[in-house]
Structure formats: C-alpha cells, structure tokens
C-alpha cells in the first residue's frame, strides 16, 4: 500500500510540475520570488524546515492568506534550494539568473520584499553564513533600488498595461 501513495505522489508531483505554469496564475512572479529566498536558504549548510515555515508565513501575507500559493511559493523554494545542493545549480547561477529577469521584467524589482528576505538571515548562528547572507541581502536592496530608480517608466507603462488587461 506505501509503495501505490507514494508512487500515486510521484506522478501527481511530476505532472503538477509539468504544467505549473499553466495551473499557477502569475507564476513567473511566484517563481522570481522563490529564486530571491532560495538564494539565502542555500547557503545554509542544513536547510531546516522551520526555515521553509518562514517562507509558507511570509508567502501568506504576500498572498492574502492564500495558503495554496503560500505552499506553492515553498515548494518551488525547495526545488530550487536542492538544485543548489545537488549541484544542479550554483548560487551564482541563480543570481545571475535573478538579474536577467530583472532586466525582462524589472516590475519584479517591486516584489523584492528585503525585510521579509531578512527573515531568513542568521538562522543557524553561523558568522560566516550570516555575513555572507547579509552581503546577498545589501546586494538585493542596491539591485531592487537601481532597477526601481532606472526603469521607473517602464515599470508604470507594464503596471497600467496589466491593470488595464485585468480590469476589462
């Protein structure tokens, strides 16, 4: 009986992920903002799960009590933070990565939450980890403020075309 759930799990995890981007309104925000608290989870030797409770009770408040989304928000965290850890990816990767959708999409910039991301800082009472977390914090804040400050118009043209999109 085990074996059946946990291969019953297993195709509806594979075919959630196939078509997220299809079932998950606005994913590409969701998944911006994973990429933001993946990157300080990762650089926790351990990644404990109290840490991804933080996240589900930050996505909650981004979310307006939307606890699907919340858990939506964790598990693509997840799989980004294991990719990191499986060396599927590296930290300078995602950054990288976290910089050329700022360059697409620089509305992004806004959903760069640095309070919230600081939550996520000095978990384990590591200095070294914390300092590092506090650097990729400080360079998050200089990027959000640089993009807000050099795409201001093109970030008010994509905000009234998506509120006038929504609003027919």
């Known amino acids: 009986m085990g074996y059946l759930m946990q291969l019953t799990f297993k195709l509806k995890h594979?075919?959630?992920?196939?078509?997220?981007?299809?079932?998950?309104?606005h994913h590409g925000s969701l998944e911006f903002r994973a990429k933001?608290?993946?990157?300080?989870?990762?650089?926790?030797?351990?990644?404990?799960d109290e840490y991804y409770d933080i996240v589900k009770n930050i996505g909650i408040k981004i979310y307006a009590n939307d606890?699907?989304?919340?858990?939506?928000?964790?598990?693509?965290?997840?799989?980004?933070?294991?990719k990191i850890q499986n060396n599927e990816l590296s930290i300078d990767q995602l950054i990288t990565s976290i910089q050329k959708e700022l360059k697409i999409v620089p509305r992004y910039a806004k959903k760069m939450d640095i309070e919230s991301l600081a939550q996520l800082v000095g978990l384990s009472h590591d200095?070294?980890?914390?300092?590092?977390?506090?650097?990729?914090?400080?360079?998050?804040?200089?990027t959000r403020e640089e993009i807000l400050h050099e795409k201001e118009e093109q970030i008010a043209k994509?905000?009234?075309?998506?509120?006038?999109?929504?609003?027919?």
């Open 14 to 25: 594979y075919f959630f992920n196939a078509f997220r981007e299809l079932f998950v309104h």
């Open 36 to 48: 933001l608290y993946a990157l300080l989870l990762a650089t926790y030797t351990t990644v404990e």
């Open 67 to 82: 606890e699907d989304r919340a858990k939506l928000l964790v598990l693509s965290t997840k799989e980004l933070v294991n």
């Open 127 to 142: 200095n070294d980890t914390t300092a590092y977390q506090k650097s990729i914090i400080e360079f998050l804040a200089k």
């Open 158 to 168: 994509d905000e009234e075309k998506i509120y006038s999109k929504y609003k027919n």
